[in-house]
């Protein structure tokens, strides 16, 4: 086995961390979750979604990270590299292959609403939210998602700015671009948050979003968890082997569970200070928490252009909201790119050359779907939905299962024990039992009940 990773390591134990944070804290955090949120109606979605992370989302973390560190390489020959260990099927090298598709299916999207973010950059900046009302910060967000033109131009900046990032290595460009971003989005929230404190309802976001009201789930009880559990993948980043990656970079005396930890709070900080930054703007200028993908690029502006100060710190949200962006992006993008550098022997600039112009021929279609081909849905969902519905709520999870099944029952209990080096303690013992049994149940469970199989077979 080998003990480094031929791609390199983290230079220092924060690094990881950070690193893993990036992928964590993206989108995910500050556009998706205060909308799936808003969706189903607030505070029993963030109850689900925190027990989901806690039980779930904390457990796989530590699992991903042990694979990746144990095997050392792209999850596809990590996953082989282990199953020979283990005397095991190498058909579980599917955990790898599925992860590639979940990927690149994720980041077509993901670059398209990035491209929006970066698109609000010079919006803020050259004042186009100053005193806008809720109308009129609809129809600057129209107009945009109308233009594909224009997105194609974002979202192909978008992708560039990634490629280039993981052309040039992990280690190298991305520890250095974390260290700063990371803690200046964050205390920008925090301004956010004040802000929203002081002139939006406030009191009216804080009961949205911390009194859970199961009323709210009546009818789609079984799609709204599958959301709050699917949100909690994609916010982690699990499921598709990106922090599995990262952890392949990790040195041997770090401690996995501790940085899981680490890693997940910060992200669920993120991700409920940016509902706090944006339920009591919605609230107090009568916009509907339900409005979907649109919600921040609806909302935001209408406080950035109240605000004394706001086209400066508006255009300086944005560009924090993309450099986050940027660094989960990077996540996705590296699990191939090392593949390809691994198998085919590609340079690591031409591997991610190649793996950045099909995702960015697929996200294409997502743009487009969002106007020139509107008409053309799956399931009454355009392309761009679509792809976020079907990664998030079932691809994700079921690379989790994969994972939790092959860490909590195919590998050796000495295995785990000597990776994850928390003796037999109670922690250790807590772990086990969440990723053998606890976490495949529930993520099955919650699978089959969205889609009306326990109902068929008269469980519910
Ligand atoms: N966790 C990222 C976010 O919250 O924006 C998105 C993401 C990155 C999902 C990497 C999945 C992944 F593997």
């Known amino acids: 086995m080998a003990v480094t ?33 808003g969706e189903y109606g607030g505070g029993a979605f963030v109850l689900v979604y925190l027990i989901c992370v806690a039980a779930i989302g904390i457990p796989i973390m530590m699992a991903e990270i042990m694979l990746g560190r144990r095997g050392r390489q792209s999850p596809i020959n990590t996953m082989r590299t282990l199953t020979a260990q283990e005397g095991r099927a190498g058909s579980w090298q599917v955990v790898g292959w599925m992860g590639i598709v979940t990927a690149f299916l994720i980041l077509s999207f993901y670059s398209v609403i990035a491209g929006w973010a970066l698109a ?20 600057i967000f129209a107009s945009l998602v109308g233009d594909a033109e224009r997105l194609l131009a974002w979202h192909t900046i978008f992708m560039a700015m990634v490629v280039l990032v993981v052309s040039r290595g992990v280690a190298s460009g991305l520890e250095k671009a974390v260290r700063y971003l990371m803690p200046a989005l964050f205390v920008l929230l925090v ?44 916010s982690l980043s699990l499921g598709m082997g990106a922090i599995m990656i990262y952890g392949s970079y990790l040195g041997r005396d770090a401690s996995i569970a501790r940085n899981s930890v680490i890693v997940a709070s910060m992200d669920t900080l993120v991700a409920l200070l940016a509902g706090l930054a944006i339920f009591p703007v919605v609230f107090a200028n009568g916009l509907a928490p339900d409005s979907g ?16 100060g706001g086209q400066l710190f508006g255009a300086l949200f944005f560009v924090l909201l993309v450099f986050a962006a940027w660094t989960s992006a990077i996540s996705l993008l590296e ?15 031409r591997a991610s050359i190649l793996a950045g ?84 149940t529930a993520v099955m469970l919650v699978m089959l009940n969205a889609l009306g199989i326990l109902k068929l077979i008269g469980l519910d």
């Not at 112009?357 to 939905?385: P, Q």
């Open 335 to 349: 699990p191939l790119v090392a593949w390809l550098v691994e198998n085919l022997s590609f340079s690591r600039v």
């Open 120 to 139: 609000y950059v010079f919006r803020a900046a050259a004042g186009a939210f100053n005193g806008i009302d809720g109308v009129a910060a609809g129809e």
């Open 191 to 234: 301004v956010m948050v004040i802000y929203a404190a002081s002139a939006g309802d406030f009191a009216g976001a804080i009961d949205y979003l911390f009194a859970p009201d199961f009323e709210k789930f009546k009818g789609h009880a079984g799609e709204a968890i599958l959301s709050a559990m699917g949100q909690a993948f994609f």
């Open 357 to 440: 112009l099909t995702v960015w021929l697929l996200g294409i279609a997502c743009l487009l779907s969002l106007n020139e081909w509107s008409g053309f849905t799956v399931f009454g969902k355009g392309i761009l939905d679509l792809f976020d519905f079907l990664t998030a709520n079932i691809l994700l999870p079921l690379g989790g299962i994969l994972i939790a099944i092959f860490a909590g029952w195919k590998m050796a209990r000495a295995s785990s024990l000597d990776e994850l080096r928390l003796g037999e303690g109670l922690v250790y013992r807590a772990w086990r039992m969440l990723i053998r049994y606890v976490a495949p």
């Open 5 to 37: 990773s031929i791609h390199g390591m983290w230079s220092t134990r924060l690094a990881f961390i950070l690193a893993a944070s990036g992928s964590a804290v993206g989108l995910g955090n500050i556009w998706r979750f205060p909308y799936a949120a």
């Open 293 to 308: 993908p649109g919600l921040i690029f609806q909302t935001l502006p209408i406080a950035f252009g109240e605000m004394p």
